[in-house]
């Protein structure tokens, strides 16, 4: 590996440290229940280190969600556009990168983010990251094989039946251990339901 690859790779380790410093803060003392050197101190960084990753412990506290490698995984769009719609690789995408932890992890996010207006703007900002590297991934896949409005649509719209469940305004409940996968916990039996729905208007 290069000199500049394992720079990387640190850079990319140190962000994560300092993001799960501050999540697990979180879960344990309440947003309001730390500061910045308490992170600092619990990942083994200096005060100088973090604010080269991050301008505050929320921007931190957030990046915990896309640092859990929702964007490092470059392969979830390598299917053959002639066997799938992108409404089948979303769905693919989907099931195959929101596991129990991930899924536990966007709950704890939303849940903490919920009365935190400078959290919450950061989590939102983190699931706006996840949201386009999806349709990154389907529009490249596809092109102009589909309208160029059709893209953030169909993102909108699985999102949009996702998220209600993360924030519990829909009694969805989540997949505990060793559910990972059975196909008939309540968050499978959900997501059924949504693509079904989908498939009748994007298909």
């Given amino acids: 590996m290069t000199d500049s690859g394992l720079r990387d790779m640190k850079k990319i380790a140190t962000r994560q440290a300092l993001a799960e410093a501050a ?9 309001d229940g730390f500061v910045v050197e308490d992170i600092v101190q619990t990942a083994g960084y ?8 991050f301008s505050c412990k929320e921007e ?5 969600l896309t640092m859990n490698d929702y964007l490092e995984r470059g392969d979830q769009f390598s299917f053959s556009k002639e066997k799938y719609t992108p409404l089948d690789i979303i769905e693919l995408y989907i099931r195959g990168s929101f596991t129990i932890n991930k899924l536990r992890r966007l709950n704890q996010l939303v ?3 919920r009365n935190h207006p400078a959290l ?5 900002g983190a699931l706006m990251e996840v949201q386009d590297f999806a349709k990154r991934g389907i529009s490249e896949e596809f092109g102009s094989d589909y309208p160029e409005e059709y893209y953030p649509i169909l993102i909108g719209a699985v999102f949009g039946a996702i998220l209600p469940v993360l924030d519990e305004s ?5 997949p505990e251990d060793g559910e990972q996968d059975e196909a008939d916990n ?8 949504v ?8 298909n």
């Fill in 23 to 31: 999540f697990n803060l979180a879960l344990e003392r309440g947003v």
């Fill in 46 to 53: 200096s005060r100088r280190t973090f604010a080269n990753y």
């Fill in 60 to 64: 931190a506290i957030a990046n915990a």
């Fill in 111 to 113: 849940s903490l983010s």
């Fill in 120 to 124: 919450k703007l950061y989590v939102t």
């Fill in 170 to 174: 829909i009694a969805v409940k989540l």
């Fill in 186 to 193: 309540e968050f499978n039996q959900y997501i059924d339901i």
């Fill in 195 to 202: 693509f079904a729905h989908l498939r009748k208007g994007f």
